[in-house]
C-alpha cells in the first residue's frame, strides 16, 4: 500500500471520529432554569392570557384562523382538559421551571441525550444526541414529541416531530398533527434562550418563529402546578354529559371584540404572514379612520355613565387595567381615559 494511500486513509478516519460522530455537548446547559417573562408577559401569565380572535403577529391561514375561531373559553373547564400537558409547539410560552440534566453512556461516559423536565403537565422532553433516526411517520404522536439535537458551536439545534394536535397561543391558535417544531438553545452564562420555529402546513403560512428565556437558579425545585394530574380535576361547571364547548363556524359572537374595542381594522386582528412585515403597516394607515369611527362606537355601546363610575371605584380599589379592559370589553386606552375622568367625567364636588 503505496505511503500517500495510508495518509488519505488516515486522514478520512481522521476527519469520521471528528465529524462524523453522533452530537456531543459543546456547553453545558444542564441545571435548573427559571422563566423570564418579559417578552409577551400580559398573554403568558396572570390568568388573563390572550383575546378571543386574537391572531396578530401569528401566521395563520384561512383554515388555521377558521379553526380558531371555533374555539371557547369554556374549553379548559372540561375535565379532559385541565390537566392536559403544554404541547411541544407551546410549552416553553407557559408556567415552567426548567430542569436540564445529562443522559450519558454507562461504559464511555459519552452525553447520547438530555432530559428537558418542567413543562407544564409533564410533557418532558428527551433530546437525543446519538444520531439515531426519527421515527416512521406512523409513529405514536406524543405531548412532547420526538426530539433530536446536533451542534453548531455552542448552539443547540433540536428537530421535534411526532406532535400531537397542539396550539401556539392558549385563545384557541391551533396547530395540527403535521406540526414540527426546530428549537435553537444558546447559553450565554446564566442565562439561556431558546429559539423556537414552528411549522405546519395545514394551518400556517410560513413559519412562525419566537424566544423564550431563562435563568439559572441553583435554588429551584421543580414541582407545584407544572405537575398537574388527573387528581386535581374537577367539574367546575354545571354541563351536561360529553359536552364540548365550542362555536359553529361564523357563529362566534366574541371575534369583533378585539379590534373594535382596540381601534385595528378586522385585517390586523386576522393575523396572517403579510401583517408580520413594515408594509402591513400601510394597510393600518389607510384604515386608520374608519376604525377609530368603529372603536368610538362599540365604547358607546359598551360604556355608560354608571359603567364609568363603577370601573373607577374597581380600579381604586387596586384591580389590574389589563382585567378592567376584559370586563367591560373596552381597550386599556379607554380605561385610562374613564380613570383620569376624561370619559363620562364625574362632576369634582369642593369644600
Known amino acids: 500500500m503505496k505511503p500517500e494511500y495510508c495518509f488519505r486513509v488516515a486522514l478520512v478516519a481522521l476527519a469520521t471520529m471528528m465529524f462524523g460522530r453522533p452530537a456531543s455537548a459543546q456547553i453545558d446547559l ?65 408556567p415552567t421551571a426548567l430542569r436540564i440534566s445529562k443522559v450519558t453512556d454507562p461504559v464511555s461516559g459519552t452525553v447520547t441525550a438530555l432530559k428537558v423536565d418542567g413543562t407544564y403537565g409533564r410533557a418532558d422532553r428527551t433530546i437525543w444526541l446519538d444520531g439515531r433516526p426519527h421515527p416512521s411517520e406512523l409513529a405514536r404522536h406524543t405531548w412532547a414529541g420526538f426530539e433530536t439535537g446536533t451542534w453548531t458551536g455552542n448552539q443547540l439545534t433540536v428537530k421535534t416531530t411526532h406532535i400531537k394536535r397542539g396550539w401556539i397561543q392558549r385563545n384557541g391558535g391551533y396547530t395540527t398533527d403535521q406540526a414540527t417544531v426546530t428549537d435553537h438553545y444558546v447559553r450565554h452564562g446564566n442565562y439561556l434562550t431558546i429559539i423556537s420555529v414552528v411549522e405546519d402546513p395545514s394551518y400556517l403560512e410560513e413559519p412562525f418563529i419566537r424566544s423564550s428565556n431563562y435563568q439559572l437558579n441553583v435554588a429551584q425545585q421543580i414541582g407545584g402546578t407544572n ?30 371584540e378585539f379590534h373594535l374595542k382596540n381601534g385595528l381594522p378586522a385585517e390586523a386582528s386576522n393575523g396572517g404572514a403579510a401583517t408580520l412585515y413594515p408594509e402591513f403597516m400601510l394597510t393600518l394607515r389607510e384604515k386608520k379612520a374608519a376604525a377609530q369611527k368603529a372603536q368610538t362606537e362599540w365604547n358607546a355601546h359598551q360604556l355608560d355613565a354608571v359603567k364609568a363610575k363603577q370601573l373607577r371605584t374597581r380600579a381604586q380599589a387596586g384591580e389590574t387595567r389589563q382585567r378592567l379592559s376584559e370586563d367591560y370589553g373596552i381597550s386599556i386606552g379607554t380605561v385610562y381615559s374613564v380613570i383620569a375622568n376624561e370619559i363620562f367625567p364625574e362632576a369634582k364636588t369642593g369644600k
Open 30 to 94: 444542564s441545571g435548573e432554569w427559571s422563566t423570564l417573562y418579559h417578552e409577551d408577559g400580559p398573554i403568558r401569565i396572570g390568568g388573563i392570557g390572550p383575546e378571543a380572535g386574537d391572531w396578530s403577529g401569528l401566521p395563520f391561514n384561512d383554515a388555521g384562523r377558521q379553526r380558531g375561531d371555533t374555539w371557547s373559553a369554556s374549553m379548559l373547564s372540561v375535565p379532559e382538559h385541565q390537566c392536559m400537558p403544554h404541547v411541544a409547539t407551546y410549552s416553553f410560552r407557559g
Open 227 to 256: 405537575f398537574c394530574s388527573p387528581f386535581d380535576t374537577v367539574n367546575e361547571v354545571a354541563e351536561p354529559r360529553g359536552y364540548v364547548p365550542h362555536f359553529l363556524p361564523g357563529k362566534n359572537p366574541q371575534l369583533p
